[in-house]
């Protein structure tokens, strides 16, 4: 049996575009030429069934898993091919809009949660304020600094580089940063 993520022929898979309706009509009692050009439909038909469905191929709910994570090499989402497949069809449908919000509080946020499924808790140095009196005080911390504290189910070692490698990627260039991974408390059940 085939691996899910390979492609190949489907059996009983009829073609859309039968070659022996194109044949012209001299050929309609000729037994041989129908039956070659059925072993030819047989190897068509899977090709004619993709460009027949190509537009869900590039919607990340509908393609196959594995087309999933290609199509996430395109767009630029931040995967590294452990996630589950939800969460990685929602960081391929979401990889354009987070683009656009790259380097911002709410572009990093939603980069971790797509990824880890949980919302970061985020602390920065930054600030913004508006003064109508000239040299008023400057917001926020002098020296920027940014952190990202991830509260998860069971922690694992490897999601600390994981988070690591998300910040560097998402947050603003210019900004030093540390992460933290700890265990979520659990409420204790009665």
């Not at 489907?10 to 070659?36: E, K, Q």
């Not at 990627?169 to 992460?179: D, E, L, N, S, W």
Request: net charge negative; aromatic share 6%.
């Amino acid at each position: 049996m085939k691996p899910a993520s390979q492609r190949g022929s489907v059996d009983g898979l009829g073609s859309s575009l039968p070659i022996a309706s194109m044949l012209p009509a001299v050929f309609a009692d000729d037994d041989l030429a129908l039956r070659f050009v059925a072993g030819l439909d047989d190897v068509l038909a899977p090709i004619l069934n993709v460009l027949d469905c190509l537009d869900t191929y590039f919607d990340p709910a509908l393609t196959p898993a594995d087309f999933a994570q290609w199509l996430g090499t395109w767009v630029g989402a931040e995967t590294d091919g452990t996630e589950a497949e939800p969460m990685l069809r929602a960081a391929v449908a979401a990889a354009a809009r987070l683009h656009r919000v790259r380097g911002t509080l709410q572009g990093l946020s939603e980069t971790v949660r797509l990824a880890f499924g949980v919302a970061p808790e985020i602390t920065e140095s930054g600030g913004a304020t508006w003064n109508a009196r000239p040299l008023g005080p400057f917001p926020g911390r002098p020296r920027p600094q940014l952190h990202v504290a991830l509260r998860l189910p069971e922690p694992r070692p490897v999601d600390v580089h994981r988070l690591d490698a998300l910040v560097a990627a998402a947050r603003p260039a210019h900004m030093p940063y540390t992460v933290e991974v700890t265990a979520s408390e659990r409420t204790p059940e009665r």
